[in-house]
């Protein structure tokens, strides 16, 4: 390579980065550097009527698991915090594997319409992804609340007497959860299956596999990258969801976000919201590293 | 020859289960529309069509407000995101890769990454610190929120739209002794605009948008479209939240129209 070639990669190199400056410098101010800030609160005291004393204090952390019993002075289970974590875990799992067994033949069926009509399919999938969060919760409450939509209906035509106490209940939250989230599954299933070569499916059935031998040797391990991108994006907003479980669980059935709002408000218990925080980052990066990890595991395999 | 495989692709079941996943999208987005136009305020009844509920929300100061306020900060955020964006993605792309690239796409890409509650709460404590300290309370930290994560929605269009444009048009403009200026003004951006355009559309419907973190960082009586319904729903539901809500959903709709028609061109 001659000076000259060097100095232009050199130049080029230096460009890439001065361009995209001003945007890292918006990031780094307002989406990564307060990061910084939330590790730091996590270390210090809480204050009485909320924020924090700039003391050292591993408080914060230890809530996360242990209360301090008021009368013995020992360190007990925070029960409710548990509570409130394996709600949050089991819904978000819920809500994943459901978006999935209804998510993969809505993409399938997309995927093998003809070129025209799957556009069609594709924009409808796309409305209610764009679509304001808050009012696709409310527009599921509409549906399930007591003088909803569903027991309007159903004690019209007399099949109940009472209306179903849908609303402040964990499937309440379940099923808004995967109301918003299930275009978030359909979108990388269907890029998944769009790239699926059908013929080999003829070849499948020419080799007289069962429709089930098809489904489950052939389908479902080729487009596995997209199964693990669609069920990452669906987890991930469910296990840090603060509006859908606020409106739907009424403040009573609280998840993760709803817990570390509680701590910043009427908790006054600053340094615990930074650690739940983290805690809530910390697992959402590990699942992240995972699918990284499991694409590029496929992509080496060819 | 693509024809036949149509046949060998049908799973039982898969349509059946597909018409049913559009009917469950669809029906609860319709019966927010239909029920705005009830004159009545129960979901037992319907007293007719009316357009009542919009005059109410249209007469409630403080719904006005908050969509004055909301329509101002997603104006913002989006144009000052899609300007950082396209400098970014002509920085990120039609170049030898450099070190330090893989760097930048994480940055820009983070907001998609982080649970939005986690941004909440530390743009909270910040630009609470911020607030204390200076004692200004502006539109200004809402608008500067919005456009960091209204950055990697303005930037994916921008790029994508950069990556289908190879060099041969600037090359020639600067053969013909345009100045890298001209060059760009010339050739580059009037090319890459369908890309700008739908990229500052994408930010905008984002912005526009956003529950939680406008809910963490706003100071008193900052309220936008969203935070202001958020706060209603502890309350009353009537159907003036439905007539709201019909209107974004008809924002968004509009704007996701125009991105699709914009982007299609391309091909």
């Not at chain 1, 550097?33 to 700039?54: C, D, T």
């Not at chain 1, 914060?60 to 002075?73: E, H, M, N, P, Y």
């Not at chain 1, 809530?280 to 699942?287: G, M, R």
């Not at chain 2, 559309?201 to 809910?215: G, H, K, N």
Request: proline share 5%; with cysteine; charged share 15%.
């Amino acid at each position: 390579m001659s000076p000259a070639e060097e100095d232009q990669i050199k130049q080029s190199a230096r460009n890439g980065w001065l361009l995209s400056a001003p945007a890292l410098f918006v990031l780094t101010v307002a989406a990564v550097g307060p990061l910084v800030i939330i590790l730091l609160y996590s270390f210090l005291e809480a204050g009485k009527h909320g924020n924090v004393v700039w003391n050292f204090s591993l408080e914060g952390w230890q809530s996360i698991l242990w209360t301090k019993d008021i009368f013995t002075d020992s360190y007990v289970w925070a029960d409710a915090h548990l509570t409130i974590f394996w709600r949050s875990v089991k819904l978000s799992f819920m809500t994943t594997i459901f978006a999935f067994l209804v998510g993969f033949p809505t993409a399938w069926f997309i995927a093998t319409r003809p070129p025209k009509a799957r556009a069609f399919w594709l924009f409808l999938i796309t409305i209610p992804f764009w679509t304001n969060l808050l009012i696709r919760t409310y527009a599921i409450n509409e549906v399930i609340r007591a003088q909803g939509l569903l027991n309007t209906i159903l004690m019209k035509i007399g099949a109940i007497s009472k209306p179903l106490e849908l609303v402040y209940t964990d499937t309440a939250i379940f099923i808004g959860m995967t109301y918003v989230y299930l275009p978030l599954m359909v979108l990388p299933l269907f890029a998944a299956i769009d790239r699926f070569d059908m013929r080999l499916l003829e070849a499948g059935y020419d080799l007289y596999a069962s429709r089930w031998d098809i489904l489950r040797r052939i389908i479902l391990p080729i487009v596995k990258p997209g199964i693990i991108a669609g069920s990452i994006l669906v987890f991930v907003p469910s296990l840090g969801a603060y509006v859908t479980p606020r409106v739907l669980g009424g403040g009573k059935q609280m998840m993760i976000g709803n817990l570390i709002e509680l701590q910043f408000g009427q908790g006054k218990n600053w340094p615990l919201g930074a650690a739940l925080s983290l805690t809530l980052l910390l697992i959402v990066t590990a699942a992240l590293l995972y699918y990284v990890k499991v694409a590029n595991g496929e992509k080496s395999h060819g | 020859m693509a024809k036949p495989s149509f046949q060998v692709a049908r799973l039982p079941g898969f349509s059946t289960v597909a018409m049913l996943a559009f009917l469950a999208l669809y029906i609860p987005i319709l019966t927010l529309v239909v029920y705005s136009f009830n004159s009545e305020i129960s979901m037992g009844e319907w007293g007719g069509f009316s357009w009542k509920w919009y005059e109410k929300a249209w007469a409630n100061e403080a719904v006005k407000d908050a969509t004055l306020r909301s329509l101002n900060i997603a104006a913002f955020a989006a144009v000052i995101s899609t300007a950082l964006a396209t400098m970014a993605a002509l920085g990120t792309t039609r170049r030898r890769v450099f070190k330090g690239q893989t760097f930048i796409y994480v940055m820009i890409n983070q907001p998609l990454m982080v649970p939005e509650i986690v941004t909440a709460v530390a743009l909270m404590i910040l630009f609470g610190l911020i607030k204390t300290v200076t004692g200004v309370h502006g539109l200004g930290y809402l608008i500067l929120a919005h456009s960091a994560f209204c950055i990697p929605f303005a930037y994916l269009p921008i790029r994508a739209r950069l990556e289908g444009m190879d060099l041969t048009l600037e090359t020639a403009a600067s053969d013909l002794y345009a100045s890298p200026w001209a060059t760009f003004r010339r050739v580059t951006l009037p090319l890459l605009m369908p890309g700008v355009i739908a990229g500052m559309m994408l930010a905008f419907v984002v912005s526009l948008d956003d529950v939680v973190i406008t809910e963490f960082v706003k100071s008193a009586g900052q309220d936008t479209l969203p935070t202001y319904m958020l706060g209603q729903m502890r309350r009353q539901l009537t159907p003036e939240i439905n007539a709201i809500s019909t209107g974004l959903l008809f924002i968004t709709v509009a704007m996701l129209t125009a991105f699709f028609l914009l982007t299609r061109k391309q091909d």
